[in-house]
Each structure stands twice: as C-alpha cells, then as structure tokens.
C-alpha cells in the first residue's frame, strides 16, 4: 500500500490510497483542470483511478467529485447525508455512477477494503476512513471537531495517519477571522487544533505506526513547526520524522512496508 495527497487544505482536498492497480481518490475539492495537473505530479492520469470516495458536502472536499467523475466515468462511494448535501455541484447533464454507503459498514473496492467511521463535523452526514489491503492499514482523520472512543478505537494501530492538525489554539483566537468563524472552526463540530491531535495520537496503539502526516492545516491560524511540533511530542519523536500534507503540493508517495 502506498498513499499521497493531492493537497490538503481550506482551497482544497485530494487523498490517493494505491494497493496494486486499485488507486482510490479521498475527495476531490478542487477543479478538474487542477486535479489534473496534481494527478500528473505524482504520475497518475484519470484512467489510473479506480474510485472516488467523498467525506461530507464541504467545497472544498466534494466541489470537484462529481465533474470530475462525470468527465471520466469514475465512480463515487458517499453515505446518503453528503449525497443529498453534495448535488448542487452535480453537472445538469450527467451519468454518474454513485454508491450510497452507510458509515457504519465496511466495503471493498477491488484490493482495497474501506472502514468509514462517522465523525463530529458541521455537516449532515460527514465521515472518515481506515484503509486496509489485509496486511497494513492507512488511517485518515480530518474535518473533526472533536475525538470520540469509536474514533480512536478505529485509528488505533494504524502503520500510517493522515491527522488533522487544523489550527493552533492562540492563533486562532488573536488571529484575523471574524468571532462567529472562530467560534465554529473552534466548536465541537469544527476542526481539530493541534493540542487535541495530540492528544488523541498519545491515546493511540501507536506500535506500528511507520507514518504521521499532519493535515488541514489553516494557513492564517497555525504554521507547520507548530504542528509538527504538537505531534512529535506525543510520540516522542524527532520533529523531521512527522510529514505534512501542505495546501500547494500535498506530499510525495509515502509507502507501507
């Protein structure tokens, strides 16, 4: 299993999950024309991609799925809450083929299986996932406003984490958003900052974690050494050792041993 992002961000979100010929997108919120040309930087092309997956209705999460996979007869896999939520940025004419799941359940898509969990967030039926090829197992968490057990009881043991790392705390609060903005990024339905991340990854079985990818990152309301520096400590690691998944280029390939 091998996995990269696209980019990570508020202007937009793409994951790539690979086992073999199986190349599954997490989410596409950004145009057709850049999704594109990110696709190309990490040597893929439309027809390389089995499936998309979409997490909640958010734009800058599902605002280029539907096109996208319109365009290149992709299918799509999203519960039924992102499906009502996510229509509007359907194309008026349109022959997609969409898969309604439920968040609870796990499925297969060819050698990948999926484990979506729902999670906390301010929209109607939003999820993450835990990605697995029998052997080794990719954990995705962003667009949480807070941890629950059933969250950390699915991202406990994971090889690799992609962990939302939103914003820092004090940024956020002296920082440029308006008070109504601050208090939703902030609530319990919002984003995760970086104290909680922390938290949560120390709560984790992290025995055979190979991977920890910082993401979401706000670029008015955190930095990368801040985040990466939340994270290392909870795992009492060097700080180079944890990635991040930046807004411009996401990250490179990263393989699962």
């Avoid at 365009?71 to 009502?84: A, E, F, H, S």
């Avoid at 083929?97 to 609870?104: A, E, G, P």
């Avoid at 009881?153 to 956020?172: F, I, K, R, T």
Wanted: with cysteine; hydrophobic share 40%; net charge negative.
């Amino acid at each position: 299993m091998r996995f990269a992002s696209l980019g990570s961000g508020s202007a937009g979100n793409a994951l790539v999950v690979e086992v073999q010929q199986t190349r599954l997108m997490l989410d596409c919120g950004f145009s057709t024309k850049e999704t594109l040309t990110r696709l190309a930087r990490l040597k893929l092309a439309p027809d390389d991609i089995t499936g998309i997956i979409v997490t909640h209705e958010h734009d800058d999460h599902a605002g280029g799925v539907f096109k996208f996979a319109a365009k290149y007869q992709i299918p799509v896999w999203l519960t039924y809450g992102t499906l009502k939520m996510a229509q509007r940025y359907s194309p008026n004419r349109h022959d997609l083929q969409l898969n309604v799941i439920d968040s609870h359940c796990s499925f297969d898509i060819q050698e990948i299986q999926i484990n979506p969990f729902p999670v906390p967030h301010d929209a109607r039926e939003p999820m993450q996932c835990l990605f697995s090829d029998g052997k080794s197992q990719l954990g995705v968490l962003t667009d949480v406003g807070h941890s629950t057990p059933h969250i950390e009881s699915q991202l406990s043991g994971c090889h690799a984490l992609v962990l939302e790392c939103n914003h820092d705390a004090n940024m956020l609060q002296t920082g440029p958003y308006s008070w109504p903005l601050k208090r939703r990024v902030g609530g319990d339905l919002g984003h995760l900052e970086n104290a909680a991340s922390a938290d949560l990854l120390a709560r984790l079985d992290n025995s055979r974690l190979q991977h920890i990818i910082a993401a979401h990152l706000s670029e008015k309301n955190n930095t990368p050494a801040l985040a990466k520096g939340a994270l290392s400590r909870a795992l009492s690691c060097a700080t180079d050792w944890v990635g991040i998944a930046n807004q411009q280029i996401g990250f490179d390939w990263r393989s699962i041993a």
